[in-house]
């Protein structure tokens, strides 16, 4: 059976290389400059392009961000015409499995609300519903945001879940207490326990979960 500490560290070191990962495989395509900054804003790393061609390689990148959608590019994309960057950057972003969102405002027929003909509009909306059913999101800026994060944090949530049934799976000390403080965790260490297992609802302090931390210690709820 592995080593728990060393499953840990294991485990640790790949959450941060995959969110490494996750921040650095953002492409942004289009005008970009209000997307810019909420990315800088969240922490999220990426590349910023005015627009697609052939030679950009999507194998880099796991999320497509389009900010800027003409109604030339919305009809094209929808019929999966390649006659534009957008279209093609969509159709390939698709084929490939990429995660492709287009920013909901930067639709220019949006632009017209006030004006535009109902039938041309519900004509436009209908193929904004079209290209969603191939895969592409069309969200607001901060749903962008809040969705890539949220990959990231399903990263971790996974390896955590797995962390835990390991755990599981070898025999753990029995802590039943509803509050669990450091000095709890620091005695059982002591006496070579790194794997805990507590109430359903037992309360852990924070200076508790910095112990955990520290100490590579297996924790897990009944």
Do not use: W
């Amino acid at each position: 059976m592995e080593d728990i500490s060393a499953l840990v560290d294991r485990i640790a070191e790949e959450v941060l290389k995959r969110i490494e990962n996750c921040s650095a495989k953002v492409l942004l395509i289009g005008q970009g400059e209000s997307l810019k900054g909420e990315l800088d804003k969240a922490g999220i790393l990426y590349d910023h392009y005015s627009g697609y061609s052939d030679e950009l390689d999507l194998d880099n990148y796991e999320h497509i961000i389009i900010d800027g959608m003409s109604n030339y590019h919305l009809v094209t994309s929808a019929l999966l015409v390649p006659g534009t960057d957008i279209s093609k950057l969509i159709l390939k972003g698709r084929l490939t499995g990429k995660k492709v969102y287009v920013e909901k405002s930067s639709l220019e027929y949006k632009k017209y609300e006030v004006t535009i003909d109902k039938g041309l509009k519900e004509k436009f909306e209908f193929y904004e519903k079209t290209i969603a059913g191939y895969g592409v999101q069309f969200f607001n800026t901060q749903d962008i945001i809040k969705v890539i994060i949220g990959s990231c944090e399903n990263i971790i949530a996974v390896d955590e879940r797995n962390l835990e049934k390991k755990c599981r799976e070898e025999e753990c000390f029995l802590l039943d207490k509803k509050l669990i403080t450091e000095q709890d965790l620091r005695k059982l260490v002591q006496k070579g326990h790194r794997k805990i297992r507590i109430g359903n609802k037992s309360i852990i302090t924070p200076l508790a979960k910095d112990y955990i931390k520290i100490n590579n210690i297996c924790l897990f709820k009944e």
